[in-house]
């Protein structure tokens, strides 16, 4: 091994940061994101990937930025694992929009405090995986949801467990989203361009795989779009879903990219932390995706500011691997 390949920062290691950080969520799995490995600085930049942008239902390219946020802290807690210290700066060229983050690597000594928490989330990265499964009715205990409020407190969001009664309003909303989308072509559209259905399931690099669209329910509610729509899946079959699913509202004071990117920091510390907790998690875009239903969906009771993702949590299996496209598909070395 050269001198250069095995240096913490080197090429070779900068590699499996990158299969961390693709390891995040985002809006139909289309991983909007791309990075550039500058070997003289030791930078490695992340990019926004129009390519893989949704016109219709993100026109602002909000659910973009959060899915680049969350790569982004998968990045951050690979590199504490790796004894790399990362200095991040978040949208540092005006100039250039699409280059949402750079961050500096460069090997620390002696770990800090906020490193070895970051540290401890790392196990939970291979472990996190979206679950549209049903989930048993048993609460999630307090302390536990202070630990996710917390999470998300130290990415700047804030985290809400709204009262039974907004969530059923919520789950009102995601149908109505429902309905809106079957009467727009442009909606099912983009829904089609990014699932994957027989033989395409078993080969696709990204998008939802129908083996992860779930089953559908026969009782209780689904908090999450119907990936199928109007066609026919095979074998997906129906089991009963927990009658008031437990829901929480990710937010922001303000509303714009940056604050997108924090949102997509706090959105994977709380997925990793629900995950160490032994809790599955699924996430839920879709009433946010029309301005009129996003703002119905604030919690009156918290002062939210703008909400920014819904989360469905419970005590359940979690769901299938998702696929991922590689590493080498997706990182630049120069």
């Not at 809400?160 to 009102?172: G, I, Q, S, T």
Request: net charge neutral; with cysteine.
């Amino acid at each position: 091994m050269s001198e250069r390949q095995s240096e913490p920062h080197g090429p070779r290691n900068v590699t499996t940061l990158v299969g961390d950080a693709v390891r995040a969520p985002s809006m139909h799995n289309a991983q909007p994101w791309s990075f550039r490995y500058v070997t003289g600085e030791h930078q490695l930049h992340l990019r926004a990937d129009l390519t893989r942008a949704m016109p219709r239902t993100d026109p602002r390219h909000r659910a973009l930025h959060i899915g680049c946020g969350a790569a982004l802290f998968n990045l951050r807690v690979a590199a504490a694992h790796a004894g790399l210290a990362a200095q991040v700066r978040v949208l540092p060229d005006p100039a250039d929009p699409l280059l949402v983050a750079v961050v500096g690597l460069e090997p620390r000594p002696a770990r800090t405090a906020s490193e070895h928490d970051l540290v401890r989330l790392h196990p939970a990265i291979s472990r996190r995986h979206t679950s549209r499964n049903p989930f048993s009715d048993r609460d999630v205990p307090e302390p536990v949801r202070q630990v996710l409020r917390e999470a998300a407190s130290r990415e700047g969001a804030e985290l809400v467990f709204p009262d039974p009664w907004h969530a059923d309003f919520m789950l009102k909303l995601v149908r109505d989203a429902e309905s809106r989308d079957s009467l727009e072509p442009s909606g099912r559209e983009e829904l089609e361009r990014w699932t994957r259905l027989g033989a395409e399931a078993d080969t696709a690099v990204d998008g939802v795989p129908e083996y992860a669209f779930g089953p559908r329910p026969s009782e209780g509610r689904a908090a999450w779009r119907d990936f199928a729509g109007r066609r026919q899946v095979a074998d997906r079959g129906t089991l009963a879903f927990e009658h008031t699913p437990h829901l929480a509202l990710l937010g922001t004071r303000d509303d714009r990219p940056a604050d997108w990117l924090s949102a997509g920091q706090a959105l994977q510390r709380v997925l990793l932390e629900a995950t160490l907790a032994e809790l599955a998690t699924s996430l839920s875009s879709h009433s946010l995706e029309s301005s009129d239903l996003r703002e119905l969906t604030r919690d009156p009771l918290s002062g939210i500011g703008h909400v920014q993702m819904v989360l469905r949590m419970g005590y359940g299996p979690q769901g299938p691997v998702t696929p991922r496209r590689s590493v080498r598909d997706v990182l630049e070395i120069v």
